[in-house]
């Protein structure tokens, strides 16, 4: 699987990003996906979820109402939509698939298998 994100950048406090992620090279309907986030000097976290039929989301508490996780199975596209961004929201953000999840998500990094090579986003306040 070979992941590609797009759309990060550089915006100010309250603005709105939506992230994307390509995926190929394997059936993209099979497999969870998550959006995690890596900021200088600390661990990469979670961010969001969702199942393969996109049916079932997750979301961590710090994004929880502010950012919505969604899929287009047909374009082989998963998206972070981020709104009323904070400047604690300032990362690297990753996707990554979850090949074994089945029909439910995962909040831990270590059930994600295939990861893309991340996309900054930076919020000035």
């Known amino acids: 699987v070979h992941l590609v994100e797009s759309g990060g950048g550089l915006v100010q406090a309250g603005a709105s990003l939506r992230l994307s992620c390509a995926a190929s090279g394997s059936p993209f309907s099979s497999f969870a996906m998550g959006w995690f986030r890596q900021a200088p000097g600390k661990e990469r976290e979670f961010v969001a979820a969702?199942?393969?039929?996109?049916?079932?989301?997750s979301y961590a508490d710090s994004v929880k109402g502010r950012f919505t996780i969604s899929r287009d199975n047909a374009k082989n596209t998963v998206y972070l939509q981020m709104e009323s961004l904070k400047p604690e929201d300032t990362a690297v953000y990753y996707c990554a698939s979850d090949r074994s999840a089945g029909a439910v998500v995962r909040t831990t990094r270590y059930a994600y298998d295939y990861w893309g090579q991340g996309t900054q986003v930076t919020v000035s306040s």
């Open positions: 969702i199942s393969r039929g996109g049916t079932v989301t």
